[in-house]
C-alpha cells in the first residue's frame, strides 16, 4: 500500500513550487512489540501558494504529520524539508528558530498569550525574534481580518471568532513560508468559522501565502485547492478542487474501511494524539 | 471521601513539599531550642547540685551591679571555726573563689576563655563534690604552685613546669604550673587555676583572714535545712551573711547561667516564630494555589453529592496530614539542630555531651501542636473557599477560582487596620514616655504589617507596574509577558512577596534603629570624650590598680581620671528606694569629658560627701540641690550624700543604669573598697604627641592582653562592633526568612509554570526560544521578589524612624538611614529572585512543547 503514495503525492509542481517536502517520513509511538505507527513511510509535497487540507478520521496521523512538517515533533525514519531546509536533525534551538521565522500557526483553541493585547500577539513571534515587523503588510493584514478596532482589547475581551481572528493575523503578520492551521474553526460556530476559512482563503488568493490545514470538517476542507486524505498513517487519497459533498463522499468510505479493519484501526486511534 | 483526600494528598505531594518544609523548618527551631534548653538545664542542674556544698555561708549580696566594679565581697574566715562547733556539722572549709582576675602566660597572652566566660581562682581543697580530680603532676604547695584545668592547658598549650601571671585585685603573683586538674563533670567553659588555700586568701583577696565562702558539710543524718537552721541561729543572728542549703545554692548557681541560656532560647524562638510566620504564608499560598487548579474536581466532586462541609473537611484533612507529616520531620530535625547547638557550645568550652540528649514531654507536643496548628490555621482559608466551589465549576471551562474576586474587603479592613497601626506609629513618635511610646511602636508594627499583608494585593498593581516598568522596553517582549504574569494574580502576588517582605521589614527597621543608635553614639562620644586616649576592657571588666600604676608612670602621660563603679542603693525624698550603680571619677575630669550641668558644676559634683545626678531624675523624685540622700552600699555599708550638681546631659547613662548618679572616686574608695578601675581617661603631658603616648602606653600595658588603648575612633569602632553584634542576629533572622520566602517563590513559580503549560506550549509553537522561556520566568520572579523587598524595606523604614523616635527619649537623639544597606538588600532580593526561578525556569523549558500545547 505505501509504495503507491509517491504517485498519489501532489508533487507534479516544479522544484521551486515545494514550500515543504517530506519523504518516507515515518512516526511510531512506543517501541518493541507495542509500537504503533502514527506515520508510515509518508511522502508528500506541500505546493507553494496554494490552500491543502489534511483529511482523515480520528488517529489517521493528520495531527501527527503537521506537527512533523511543522518541527513541533521529531520524526522517528524520513527526512522532512521546509523549502530548501532539511529540518529533520535540526537542534530544538534551530529548530525554534525555524518556527518563529519561517511558519505561522494557528491552533483549534488557546491560541494567544491572555496577558497581551491583540496588536501584541499578532507581533508576537517578530517581538520574540527582535525583528520590526513590516507596518504596511501587518496593516494590511490587520486591515484585511478587520482587526483594526481591536488592537487594544485582551483575548478575554474578544469573542472566539476574534480570537482566531488574531492568531490568524499573527500567522500571516511575519509573512511566513508555510502556514499550519490545526482544526482553526473547531471551536467556532458557523458563522465565525467561514469567516475564518475565508480569510485563509484570501491569504492564499490575495497575499500569496501557503496554507496547511488539518480538519475533519468536509466543509471546511472544502475551501482548500487540495485535500490529502490520511488513513491509518498513510495517504490514502487525495481531491483537487474539492467540494463538501465529494470530501463527505471519500470521508464516508473510511467508516466503510474502517469497520472491516475495525481492531487494527481502533489500535491506532488509541494511542495518537489526534485530540477530536 | 477519605479515600479521595488521601488521593489526592498523595497525588499533590510534589506540590506539598515546599510547604511541608517551611513546616519542618519551623517545627526543627521550636523542637531544637526545647531540647537544647531541656539538656543545658538538666546538666548544669546535676553539676550544682553534685557540686554544692550542705550549706554554704556567702557575703550577703542585696545590691547587684548591672555594671561590673571588680570588688569580692568576703567573710571572715574565722567563720569556719565557728560553724565547725555546731551540733551536726561534719566539717566546714573557708573557700576562696574570686572571678575579677586574669591570667596571662609568659608572652603576655591571657590563658582566659574567649568566649566570655569566666576565669576563676580557687583553693585547691579536695572534697567529693569537687569537679575536678588531679590528673598529673602534684598538688600546689606554697605561694608559687598552681593547677591549671585540663581543657585550659590544652587549649591555650599550657605544660606542667610554665610560668603564669596572676592578676588579682590585691597584685600580680608568678606561679609555676605543678599540675593539670581534669573535671570530672561537665565543664561549664570556664578557665580555673587551683592555689594553695592560705595562698588563696594572701594573694587573691589580700587578707588571710577572709574567705568568700564557708561550706558546711552536715554529719550523717543531719538534714541541710535543719542544719542551716542551726548554724543560722550560731552566727547570723543580724542577718549579715547568706546562708544556703545545697538545693538553695544549687539553685541560685543555675538562675545566675539561666540568663545567658534564656539568651539562646530566645534567640531560637525567635528563629522558630520567623519560620512560622513566613511558612504561613507559603501554605496559605499552596493551598490556594492547589485547590484553583483542581476547581473542577472539586466541582466534580459537589455535582456528585459531596456537601460543602465535606469539601472543606476534605481540604483540612489534607493540611492536617501535612502538619504530622511535616511536624515529624520537624522533631527530628529539631534533634538534629539540637546536636548541633550542643556541639557548638563544645566549640565554646563547654563540654556538654549530645549522649545526654534530653527530649521532655512538652518538646513532641510543642511541636505536634506548632506544625499541625500552623498547617490548619493557614489552610483553613483555602478550604472555606473550596467549599464555595460549585458544582458548574465542574462542567465550565471555570475561570481559576481567586483571580477575579473583588479585592474591595481587603480594601476596606486593610485601610482601617493601616489606619490605626499608623496612628499607633504617629503616636509613639510623639509620645514622652518610653514605657508607652514602645507599647504603641510594638502595637503600630503589628498592626501595619498586618495591613501591608491584607492590602498587599492591592500594591500588586500600582508598585509591579513602576518596578517592571522598564521591562518591555529592555527585554521586549519577554519582559512585557513576565511583567504582566506578575500582574496576574495580584492575590498570589501579594501572598508571594509577603512572605519576603516580613523578613525584610525586620531588617529594615532594625538597621535604621541600629545605624542610628551608632550615630547617637557617635554624636555623644563627640560631645562628652575629652580625652586623648582611653584605657579599658574589652568587655569593660575592671581591671587590676597595677594597670593604672603603670599608665601614670608611663612618659608622656599628663593626667589620668579613673572611672569607678558602685552599687547603691538611694533613698529619694518621694520615698522611693533606687538601686543603680553610679560613677565616681576623679577630680580634674573636666579635662576629660564635658559635661552639661543644669545646676552646680563638676567640682561640686565631686567633692567629698557630696553626688550629681541627672536634672531630670531629680526633678522626677523631688531632688534639689542641697538634698541629703541615705545611701546604701554592699557589704551593710550606708552613708549619707549631699546632692551637688545637676547633670543635663540628655540621656541616662546606659548600661541598665538610672539617674546618670556620680560622685567623687574617693566615695567609691571608701565604700566599695575591694572595687577596681573600669576606665582609664588619659591626656598626653604638654609636648607629646599622640601617637607617640599611644606607642609608649601600649608598651607598658603588654604585661595586660585585657586592657587597650582607645582613642575617639577607636572607642567609636568598639561601640558600633557591639551593635553590630546585634546586627548579626538580625541578619541570620533574615537568612531564615529569605530561605523559607525564596520556597514560597518557588512554589508560586512552580505553580505558575503547571497552570500556564498551554500558553508556554504555544509560545514555544511560535519560536519563543527556551533561554528566552527561562528569562521570561526569571523576569517574573525578580520582580515579585523586588516587589516584596520594596514593600518590606519601605515598611521596615517607618518601623525603624518610628523606633529611633521611641530611643531618642533614652537619648538616641541621631537619625541615620543606612542607605547602602537598603541598596544592598533590594539588589540581593532581584538576586534571590533569580535563585528561586532556577528550578520552575529550568521545568518549563523542558516542557514537550505538543505535550504542552495539549493540555488540559
Known amino acids: ?276 | 471521601m477519605l479515600k479521595a483526600t488521601l488521593r489526592s494528598f498523595l497525588a499533590h505531594k510534589g506540590r506539598l513539599l515546599l510547604s511541608a518544609l517551611a513546616v519542618v523548618l519551623s517545627v526543627a527551631f521550636v523542637a531544637g531550642s526545647l531540647i537544647f534548653s531541656d539538656t543545658v538545664t538538666r546538666t548544669f542542674d546535676r553539676l550544682f547540685a553534685s557540686t554544692s556544698a550542705d550549706v554554704t555561708v556567702e557575703p550577703k549580696q542585696d545590691l547587684k551591679s548591672s555594671v561590673p566594679t571588680g570588688a569580692t565581697e568576703t567573710v571572715p574566715a574565722a567563720l569556719a571555726g565557728q560553724v565547725a562547733k555546731v551540733a551536726g556539722v561534719a566539717s566546714t572549709h573557708a573557700d576562696v573563689s574570686v572571678e575579677n582576675i586574669v591570667v596571662v602566660d609568659s608572652r603576655n597572652k591571657s590563658v582566659g576563655p574567649t568566649t566570655g566566660a569566666p576565669t576563676i581562682a580557687t583553693d585547691w581543697y579536695l572534697t567529693d563534690r569537687s569537679p575536678v580530680k588531679l590528673t598529673s603532676g602534684h598538688a600546689p604547695q606554697g605561694a608559687s604552685e598552681a593547677l591549671l584545668d585540663a581543657d585550659t592547658a590544652d587549649n591555650k598549650h599550657v605544660k606542667i613546669g610554665d610560668t603564669l601571671t596572676v592578676q588579682a585585685q590585691p597584685g600580680s603573683f608568678k606561679v609555676q604550673i605543678v599540675g593539670i586538674a581534669t573535671f570530672t563533670t561537665t565543664n561549664p567553659g570556664a578557665a580555673l587555676v587551683f592555689l594553695d588555700p592560705a595562698t588563696a586568701k594572701d594573694q587573691l583577696l589580700g587578707a588571710p583572714d577572709r574567705a568568700t565562702s564557708i561550706s558546711v558539710d552536715a554529719a550523717k543524718g543531719v538534714d541541710d535545712a535543719v542544719l542551716k537552721q542551726r548554724v543560722t541561729a550560731a552566727i547570723d543572728s543580724a542577718g549579715t551573711y547568706d546562708i544556703k542549703t545545697a538545693d538553695e545554692q544549687a539553685k541560685s548557681a543555675a538562675a545566675d547561667l539561666g540568663g545567658f541560656l534564656d539568651v539562646i532560647k530566645y534567640v531560637m524562638l525567635g528563629f522558630a516564630g520567623i519560620a512560622v510566620l513566613v511558612g504561613v504564608f507559603l501554605i496559605v499560598n499552596t493551598f490556594s494555589m492547589l485547590i484553583a487548579q483542581r476547581t473542577r474536581e472539586l466541582g466534580l466532586l459537589r455535582a456528585l453529592g459531596a456537601d460543602r462541609k465535606q469539601v472543606r473537611r476534605s481540604v483540612l484533612t489534607e493540611a492536617l496530614l501535612l502538619g504530622l507529616v511535616g511536624s515529624t520531620l520537624g522533631l527530628a530535625a529539631g534533634i538534629g539542630l539540637a546536636a548541633g547547638l550542643i556541639k557548638l557550645m563544645t566549640a565554646f568550652g563547654m563540654n556538654l555531651k549530645t549522649t545526654e540528649m534530653v527530649v521532655g514531654w512538652p518538646t513532641p507536643v510543642a511541636a505536634y501542636v506548632v506544625g499541625v496548628g500552623v498547617t490548619f490555621v493557614a489552610a483553613y482559608l483555602p478550604a472555606r473557599r473550596a467549599a464555595t466551589v460549585s458544582p458548574m465549576a465542574a462542567l465550565a471551562d471555570a475561570e481559576v477560582a481567586g483571580v477575579g474576586r473583588p479585592l474591595k474587603v481587603r480594601a476596606v479592613v486593610g485601610s482601617i487596620v493601616g489606619a490605626i497601626g499608623v496612628a499607633a506609629l504617629a503616636g509613639c513618635a510623639a509620645a514622652t514616655s518610653t514605657a508607652s511610646s514602645s507599647s504603641l511602636l510594638g502595637l503600630g508594627i503589628v498592626l501595619t504589617l498586618i495591613a501591608t499583608v491584607i492590602a498587599g494585593p492591592l500594591l500588586v498593581r500600582p508598585m509591579i507596574r513602576v518596578l517592571g516598568g522598564a521591562f518591555p522596553a529592555l527585554f521586549g517582549s519577554v519582559g512585557r509577558m513576565s511583567q504582566r504574569n506578575a500582574l496576574r494574580n495580584p492575590r498570589r502576588t501579594g501572598a508571594t512577596a509577603a512572605a519576603l517582605m516580613v523578613g525584610l521589614a525586620l531588617v529594615g527597621g532594625m538597621s535604621v534603629a541600629s545605624a542610628s543608635m551608632s550615630k547617637s553614639f557617635d554624636q555623644q562620644i563627640d560631645k562628652t570624650l575629652g580625652a586623648d586616649f582611653v584605657i579599658q576592657n574589652g568587655n569593660f571588666l575592671p581591671f587590676s590598680k597595677e594597670v593604672t600604676d603603670h599608665v601614670r608612670a608611663t612618659q608622656g602621660v599628663g593626667l589620668v581620671v579613673r572611672a569607678r563603679f558602685a552599687p547603691l542603693a538611694v533613698r529619694l525624698p518621694d520615698g522611693r528606694r533606687v538601686e543603680t550603680t553610679a560613677a565616681g571619677y576623679d577630680t580634674p575630669l573636666d579635662d576629660v569629658a564635658h559635661i552639661k550641668y543644669a545646676q552646680g558644676s563638676t567640682s561640686s559634683a565631686l567633692a567629698a560627701g557630696h553626688l550629681a545626678m541627672d536634672v531630670d531624675f531629680a526633678k522626677k523624685h523631688g531632688v534639689r540641690i542641697g538634698s541629703v540622700l541615705p545611701v546604701e552600699f554592699p557589704g551593710g555599708r550606708t552613708t549619707r550624700l549631699t546632692v551637688g550638681a545637676l547633670s543635663d546631659q540628655g540621656a541616662s547613662g546606659g548600661f541598665g543604669t538610672q539617674g546618670g548618679l556620680f560622685f567623687g572616686i574617693a566615695t567609691v574608695e571608701k565604700y566599695v573598697p575591694t572595687g577596681q578601675d573600669s576606665s582609664l581617661y588619659v591626656n598626653a603631658a604638654s609636648g607629646t604627641g599622640a601617637d607617640q603616648l599611644r606607642t609608649a602606653l601600649e608598651t607598658t600595658l603588654k604585661p595586660y592582653p585585657q586592657v587597650q588603648v582607645r582613642d575617639q575612633a577607636d572607642y567609636k569602632k568598639l561601640v558600633h562592633d557591639q551593635i553590630a553584634v546585634l546586627l548579626y542576629l538580625v541578619y541570620a533572622l533574615l537568612g531564615l526568612a529569605i530561605v523559607i520566602a525564596v520556597l514560597g517563590v518557588v512554589n508560586t513559580l512552580a505553580l505558575s509554570v503547571v497552570e500556564r503549560t498551554r500558553e508556554i506550549g504555544l509560545l514555544r509553537a511560535i519560536g519563543l526560544g527556551r533561554r528566552q522561556l527561562r528569562r521570561m520566568i526569571r523576569l517574573e520572579s525578580v520582580v515579585i521578589a523586588v516587589f516584596g523587598a520594596v514593600l518590606g524595606l519601605g515598611l521596615g523604614l517607618v518601623w525603624g524612624v518610628c523606633a529611633q523616635q521611641v530611643l531618642a527619649l533614652q537619648g538616641m537623639t541621631a537619625l541615620a538611614i543606612p542607605w547602602t544597606t537598603i541598596v544592598a538588600v533590594v539588589i540581593g532580593s532581584a538576586v534571590v529572585g533569580i535563585v528561586a526561578a532556577l528550578l520552575p525556569a529550568l521545568r518549563a523549558s523542558r516542557m514537550n512543547v505538543l505535550a504542552a500545547i495539549a493540555h488540559e
Not at chain 1, 112 to 124: K, V
Not at chain 1, 187 to 210: I, K, M, Y
Request: glycine fraction near 10%.
Open chain 1, 1 to 276: 500500500m505505501s509504495t503507491s503514495t509517491a504517485e498519489h503525492s501532489p508533487g507534479r509542481a516544479a522544484a521551486d513550487r515545494i514550500a515543504a517536502r517530506a519523504r518516507q517520513l515515518t512516526k511510531a509511538y512506543g517501541s518493541g512489540e507495542t509500537a504503533v505507527l502514527a506515520l508510515d513511510s509518508v511522502d508528500v509535497d506541500i505546493a507553494r501558494g496554494r490552500f491543502t487540507a489534511v483529511m482523515g478520521p480520528s488517529g489517521s496521523g493528520k495531527s501527527t504529520l503537521m506537527h512533523c512538517l511543522a518541527g513541533l515533533d521529531t520524526v522517528s525514519a524520513g527526512q522532512v524539508w521546509l523549502g530548501d531546509t532539511e529540518i529533520t536533525g535540526l537542534k530544538d534551538r534551530e529548530l525554534t528558530r525555524l518556527r518563529r521565522d519561517r511558519i505561522g500557526f494557528m491552533f483549534q483553541s488557546f491560541n494567544l498569550i491572555p496577558t497581551l493585547n491583540a496588536a501584541e500577539n499578532i507581533t508576537l513571534p517578530m517581538d520574540i525574534a527582535g525583528q520590526k515587523p513590516d507596518q504596511k503588510w501587518l496593516d494590511q493584514v490587520i486591515d484585511t481580518l478587520g482587526l483594526r478596532d481591536r488592537l487594544k482589547h485582551r483575548p478575554s475581551q474578544l469573542s472566539g471568532g476574534q480570537q482566531q481572528r488574531v492568531a490568524c493575523a499573527r500567522a500571516l503578520a511575519s509573512r511566513p513560508e508555510l502556514i499550519f492551521a490545526d482544526e482553526p474553526t473547531g471551536n467556532l460556530d458557523s458563522r465565525a468559522g467561514l469567516e475564518v476559512l475565508g480569510f485563509l482563503r484570501n491569504a492564499v488568493d490575495d497575499l500569496g501565502q501557503t496554507v496547511v490545514m488539518v480538519t475533519h470538517d468536509p466543509g471546511a476542507a472544502a475551501h482548500s485547492d487540495l485535500v490529502i486524505f490520511l488513513g491509518d498513517g498513510r495517504i490514502v487519497d487525495e481531491m483537487e478542487r474539492p467540494t463538501a459533498e465529494g470530501v463527505l463522499e471519500r470521508m464516508k468510505r473510511f467508516d466503510l474501511t474502517r469497520s472491516a479493519f475495525d481492531g487494527a484501526a481502533e489500535n491506532t486511534s488509541d494511542v495518537t494524539l489526534d485530540k477530536d
